[in-house]
């Protein structure tokens, strides 16, 4: 089934790089709506939370330090068929195989500092957007 939302995060290194602005014009350009957006930062047990599926693999440590480095920007975008057409947008998770034209291929540094997140399911897109915004905050 197609969905209409997903949860994205522009990480730490995209927004203490200056990214953000150009990284939410390229999101909006691709026809995403804004449904809610905050500057927020993730505490060590968020980010374990955030990234649990991954807690068994060698880079969870390094992951953890990384998304808690500093700021984030969460935000939760609506768009017909969201969660695939905004993997598409981000590109790969490794930049080297990021296709031209995309959010990390113009601003990650590397596998790990890859500048944003995309959900990668309908159930996560919902359960995600839930973990950052309550439904007050959404529009
Ligand atoms: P995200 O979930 O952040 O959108 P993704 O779905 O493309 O990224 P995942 O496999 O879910 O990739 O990995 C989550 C995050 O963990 C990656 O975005 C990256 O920051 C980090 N990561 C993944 N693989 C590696 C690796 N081999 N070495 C270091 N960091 C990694
Ligand atoms: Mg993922």
């Known amino acids: 089934m197609a969905s209409n939302i997903t949860l994205t995060m522009i990480k730490p ?5 200056g990214h953000s602005g150009k990284i939410i014009d390229m999101i909006i350009q691709a026809g995403f ?5 905050k500057l927020t930062r993730l505490s060590t047990e968020k980010a374990q939370e955030f990234y649990a599926v991954h807690s068994a ?3 969870f440590g390094d992951l953890v330090k990384f998304m808690t480095e500093g700021p984030i ?8 068929n969201a969660v695939e057409d905004f993997r598409k947008l981000i590109g790969a998770t490794n930049p080297a195989n990021a296709e031209e034209g995309t959010i990390r291929k113009a601003f990650a540094t590397d596998i790990e500092r ?7 399911s ?4 919902a359960i995600e957007a839930s973990f950052h915004f ?6």
Do not use: C, T
């Not at 890859?114 to 990668?120: C, F, K, P, Q, T």
């Not at 309550?134 to 529009?139: D, T, Y």
């Open 33 to 37: 709506r804004v449904q809610a957006m």
């Open 122 to 125: 309908n159930e996560n897109a």
């Open 57 to 59: 693999r060698p880079f």
């Open 134 to 139: 309550a439904g007050v905050e959404r529009f």
């Open 73 to 80: 920007i969460a935000a939760v975008l609506e768009k017909e």
């Open 114 to 120: 890859n500048a944003v997140h995309g959900s990668d």
């Open 13 to 17: 290194d995209a927004v203490a790089a």
